[in-house]
C-alpha cells in the first residue's frame, strides 16, 4: 500500500482523530489538544472532498 496515497492519509487521519477524542474526553479543559482536534477534523474533511470528487470523475468516465 502506498503511504502517500489519499486514502491511507484519510486513515491516518482517522487513527488521530480517534486518539484525541479518547484523550479529550478525559481532559476536558486541554485546549492546545482541542484546537489541534478541530484542525485534524477539517483536514480530514477537505481529503474526503478530494477523493469523492475524484472518484466521481473516475467512474463517470
Not at 38 to 46: A, D, F, P
Amino acid at each position: 500500500m502506498k503511504t502517500g496515497s489519499f486514502e491511507f492519509q484519510i486513515f491516518l487521519l482517522n487513527k488521530k482523530i480517534e486518539k484525541l477524542r479518547i484523550h479529550l474526553k478525559k481532559h476536558k479543559k486541554d485546549f492546545s489538544n482541542k484546537r489541534h482536534f478541530i484542525i485534524l477534523i477539517n483536514k480530514l474533511k477537505k481529503k474526503k472532498k478530494y477523493v469523492y470528487a475524484r472518484m466521481v470523475k473516475w467512474y463517470t468516465r
